[in-house]
């Protein structure tokens, strides 16, 4: 079953997806004091579930509150997967420890900018594959090498973190 997109508040949207090996969720917006997530949990079947947070562009306390519990809640019995976390969403990681639950963060994005062609974009950095951040990527607009728009120590314990729950 595919559906979507379905709006959670003015500001959040979900689609799902079925595929072989999971149920896709993709969730867009900002996840705020008005997340109801319990239309998206009951559109969910037992099956493991990959949860795309790409599109997050903000959350607040009260939001993170209902995200956590959301997680929480949607782990029990089945793996839950993360991907493509957002800048946004990799900001609340770093600050709040138990933002995850039991899901296991599988990707994150980052901040990079490009001095060359004054590019900023957000690129996807696989887990399994991430053992030090990089220093530079090439820009998707014209291949330079592009830096980190961002301290590169402020990663480091989130980093540490994810490792050791590989």
């Known amino acids: 079953m595919n559906s979507g997109p379905h709006r959670l508040t003015k500001a959040m949207t979900w689609t799902l997806e079925e595929r ?7 969730l867009s917006g900002a996840v705020t004091g008005q997340a109801d997530f319990e239309t998206l949990l009951a559109q969910l079947g037992p099956g493991p579930v990959i949860v795309d947070l ?46 995850q639950g ?20 957000d690129q996807t950095l696989a887990i399994t594959e991430l053992t030090e951040l990089p220093s530079t990527t090439p820009c998707p607009r014209c291949a330079t090498p592009s830096e980190l728009d961002d301290l590169p120590e402020r990663y480091v314990p989130l980093l540490h973190r994810l490792s050791k729950e590989r």
């Open 20 to 26: 072989v090996e999971a149920t896709w969720v993709r």
């Open 102 to 121: 039991n899901t296991e963060i599988r990707s994150i994005q980052l901040p990079f900018s490009c001095e060359a062609c004054d590019h900023g974009y």
């Open 54 to 99: 790409s599109g997050v562009t903000r959350l607040n306390s009260i939001g993170i509150r209902h995200w956590v519990d959301f997680a929480t809640r949607l782990c029990r019995g089945r793996r839950v997967e993360l991907r493509d976390c957002s800048p946004a969403f990799v900001e609340q990681l770093m600050l709040i420890e138990h933002m």
